[in-house]
């Protein structure tokens, strides 16, 4: 999609667009990942997941303000210098650039949802396993009760 995009803007250009400043993409940080070892509370789990997601907002949200910045450099550019000669070199790095931010940012919605759906699969079996362990408390307390009525009855007995 990003391709075609970069084409038809390629074909409509009748100029070149400014040498402003070039955004660089940033990278959300990485998020300390917890040892295999370490239990994690269903509570940590979802600020962990949280946390991804806001950087990952953050980072869509940079990436998208500066593709608008840049469409709106290329828009005025052509306007102001309509009647001038295009530099057909500047239009195409633009739309190398912006079809390589577009390409980014949709590479990066697709790790998005597999990320939701693996940590859906987690929290599911976190809870999982809590329930396992409530039943396991109540059998354990009920077989702790079965055992003190049977030695008060031997103490009885004797």
Known sequence: MAASLAAAKRRRAPGAVNTGPTFTASRPAAAPKPSPNTSVTPEIAI??????IGSLEQ???TNLEAIE???????????????TTPNIEQVNAAFDDL??????????????????VD????????????????????R??????????????KQNNH
Do not use: Y
């Open 119 to 138: 940590l859906d699969e987690k929290i599911a079996a976190l809870e999982k396993k809590i329930a396992d362990l409530e039943n396991l408390e109540k």
């Open 47 to 52: 600020k962990m997941i949280g946390s991804k």
């Open 59 to 61: 980072f869509t949200r």
């Open 69 to 83: 910045n840049k469409f709106s450099e290329q828009d005025k550019f052509i306007v102001e210098n309509f009647s």
């Open 99 to 116: 079809d390589k931010r577009v390409t980014e940012i949709e590479e990066t919605a697709g790790r998005t949802t597999k990320i939701e």
């Open 140 to 153: 354990l307390t009920k077989l702790e009760s079965i055992n003190s009525n049977n030695k008060k009855d």
